[in-house]
């Protein structure tokens, strides 16, 4: 397929005290240049163990991986520390959700933006690299750049911080750039700006983008690709119109039916997903929905693959055992009586 | 929470729960070594007038900053007012002391953002919940039966009575919170973001949750979130705030069909709709620039320097809060969504900030070329 980036069947454990925990359980990606893939999860649900991977942030002494994933002819579960180095910020560049954890707090910014600059291209000199880095802060918005590059991370807003986080990013010029929920502790009118901000990025640059979030406005924003991830798995996986006017996973269902939304007259009850995801110390056999899913049958014990299940839509794949058809018509009766509205029973 | 139509708008209604006037709070800065250099005052909330009803969902929302917790945390006193009236059922609390206060306490109680920081992790679900009755040396009957009862009314099972906080999810901790504010049978909860800690699914479950008690125990709710959609849902109405002052006040529907304050409208555009289609139809606005600084407000209009219709007014006169048709009020020399005749029907709120004009918005020949810009606010 000539992808960007291609990741199959990744799985990550971590040895804890309590057991082993299947962080990431067979997840399965690809991006292509100048796309915008959304990975959509709750918390626990693996997008970031799977983000923080690919930038080799998750190795430790207890954590195991299986599985590949591939940057060009770089196999990066494989690379070695000194190869990660030069991968990190040339190739693949990373945004966080909190910015000022991000950065150093007692160095300025522009000596942060610089020391990346010239980490990765020794040659350049240090003027050159401060032009370079106001260069940057312009391109992504920050105003006044050239004074502003002698401030300290304390003395940015939120939104700017983010900005400053970005222009790191590309300083030199990633293929891949992975931001990690960048909006989720922004207002809404600065997370606007951010958004625009990726969008025009992705445009300028024609670097590939995956976007983690649990945020389905955000998806429906800037996403071209989504996959949905539940405890661990890529659950279903396709285009931003497929995703959202034609899921095929009862888990995306209810996650649809539950958001609250702005542009709709409210509705007498959110549909809520009965329960709450399973531990992964211990989840579930066969489908990890399971046991909150209202269409279960004896099939589901069995794990279903990642797989195109339509031979009319070749590109969208999705672990379920439901046949299409049955999809259909569970899905509208879904939609028009609300999920499962029983919440109130925890166990 | 019930038919939103239904809610009565405001100050026609007969005499109000909870109701502030002219409330200020404003935080002195100090520095130096042990504070003793005075450096000015964060304006947190600017003459704001308010009233809550009985059984009503008022949402106040706004950006970071814009003092929507400070207000919530005055109304119930944790704070104590600058300036201005806080009343109780008639009863002035404004500056009431602790002993005055006890009373009004257990009729108020506040539910907090994060469940993880605001339950004690070395105490027992069964000892949290029963707290504020040993407080308030509640004993009637037995306080086992009554935090089971309370367990069983937030959805939680009793016999999880005994299990520490961190034994439980994000979800559930929240309906722990519900539950211990719950139980001095309270008749006003202020939800201080009390969902936007919590996953989508669970987000759904404990809104739900909300409004079942309201509906069973005829409470009132003072709903503070940043998150638009999630106040539409549970509002009867609606409170925006921007930097310290009112924007607007309205019943919650007419508020997203019809914002007539440009901040609101760019608030509500702000948002990304979770539907592909509509999102790529709708016209964006994106607001240039940040909040300005609390400390050191613009003259005028406090929006000003972010708004897409603001004059050389706006930098003169601070704009009163204009009440129009249907009680939906805006404090806004150049409003979206209202024709020639909703403007000459308008009168200036007794709300209205007391540093604010006295002049009203002109009809659109007057001042300004064609109404609803951005049609796509709606």
């Keep these: ?101 991000a950065l150093n707090p007692v160095q300025r910014v522009g000596a942060q933006i610089v020391e990346q600059i010239r980490a990765h291209d020794r040659a350049m000199s240090a003027a050159a690299a401060m032009d370079r880095a106001v260069q940057l802060m312009e391109r992504v918005g920050v105003p006044h750049a050239r004074e502003r590059i002698r401030s300290y991370p304390h003395e940015f807003s939120g939104g700017m911080r983010q900005r400053v986080m970005i222009a790191m990013a590309l300083s030199c010029a990633p293929s891949l750039l992975i931001a990690d929920e960048p909006t989720t502790a922004l207002d809404v009118t600065i997370q606007a700006q951010i958004l625009e901000e990726i969008k025009r990025l992705r445009v300028d640059t024609d670097a590939g983008v995956i976007l983690v979030t649990h945020d389905l406005g955000v998806v429906a924003d800037v996403a071209d690709r989504v996959a949905v991830m539940y ?68 099939r589901c014990r069995e794990i279903p693959g990642l797989e195109a299940r339509r031979p009319e839509v070749p590109d969208h794949r999705d672990r379920c055992w439901l046949d299409p058809e049955d999809k259909r018509r569970l899905r509208v009766v879904g939609d028009t009586i609300g999920l499962g509205t029983d919440d109130t029973v925890i166990a | 929470m019930s038919a939103p139509t239904a809610s009565p708008p405001g100050p026609a209604t007969a005499a109000p729960l909870l109701e502030v006037e002219h409330l200020k709070v404003y935080f002195e800065l100090r520095s130096g070594p042990i504070g003793r250099v005075r450096g000015g005052r964060v304006h947190a909330v600017d003459d704001v007038s308010l009233r809550l009803a009985e059984r009503e969902t008022l949402g106040v929302v706004g950006e970071s900053g814009c003092g929507k917790t400070t207000l919530a945390r005055t109304l119930i006193r944790l704070q104590e007012p600058t300036e201005g009236r806080i009343r109780f059922r008639g009863q002035d609390i404004s500056h009431a002391g602790r002993r005055a206060l006890t009373g009004v306490r257990r009729e108020m109680q506040m539910v907090f953002q994060d469940p993880q920081a605001s339950l004690n992790p070395r105490k027992r679900v069964g000892a949290i919940i029963a707290a504020p009755m040993r407080l308030h040396g509640v004993s009637d009957g037995d306080p086992g039966r009554r935090v089971a009862e309370l367990l069983e009314q937030v959805g939680l099972n009793p016999e999880h009575v005994n299990r520490f906080p961190h034994e439980f999810s994000g979800g559930q901790r929240q309906r722990i919170g519900v539950a211990r504010a719950l139980a001095l049978e309270p008749s006003v909860l202020m939800l201080d973001e009390p969902v936007s800690a919590l996953d989508v699914s669970i987000q759904a479950q404990v809104i739900n949750l909300l409004e079942e008690l309201q509906d069973r125990l005829g409470l009132s709710f003072v709903f503070v979130a940043h998150d638009l959609s999630v106040v539409r849902h549970v509002s009867d109405r609606i409170a925006v705030m921007y930097l310290g002052k009112l924007a607007e006040v309205s019943p919650a529907e007419a508020l997203y069909t019809r914002p007539i304050h440009p901040y609101t409208a760019a608030l509500l555009n702000a948002i990304p709709i979770p539907d592909p289609r509509e999102n790529r139809a709708r016209e964006r606005i994106v607001l240039e620039g940040e909040p300005p600084n609390p400390i050191d407000p613009p003259s005028g209009c406090r929006f000003r320097t972010r708004c897409p219709r603001a004059t050389t007014l706006c930098a003169e006169v601070e704009p009163p809060l204009t009440e129009y048709a249907g009680g939906h009020l805006a404090a806004c020399h150049h409003p979206l969504n209202v024709d020639d005749h909703d403007i000459a029907t308008a009168v200036r709120s007794p709300d209205s900030p007391h540093s604010s004009g006295e002049q009203l918005p002109q009809a659109s020949g007057a001042t300004l070329g064609p109404q609803r810009p951005d049609s796509s606010a709606g």
């Design chain 1, 1 to 101: 397929m000539g992808n960007l980036l291609e990741v199959r069947d990744l799985r990550v454990s971590f040895r804890t005290e309590d057991g082993v925990v299947a962080a990431v359980d067979g997840v399965s990606l690809d991006v292509d240049r100048g796309e915008i893939l959304a990975v959509v999860g709750e918390s626990g649900s693996g997008k970031s163990v799977t983000a923080m991977t690919l930038m080799g942030l998750t190795r430790s002494p207890n954590a195991s991986f299986q599985g590949s994933a591939r940057i060009g002819d770089t196999e990066l579960l494989a690379a070695s520390e000194a190869q990660l180095r030069r991968i990190r910020g040339a190739e693949i560049a990373m945004i966080f959700q909190d910015p000022m954890s």
């Design chain 1, 231 to 298: 405890a661990g798995r890529v659950v279903e996986q396709g285009t931003l119109d497929e995703l959202f006017y034609d899921p095929q996973h009862p888990y995306t269902w209810g996650l649809l039916g539950s958001i609250t939304r702005v542009d709709r007259a409210r509705p007498e009850r959110l549909a809520a997903i009965p329960g709450q995801p399973p531990s992964l110390l211990a989840p579930p056999e066969g489908c990890h929905f399971r046991p909150r899913c209202p269409h279960e049958f004896d």
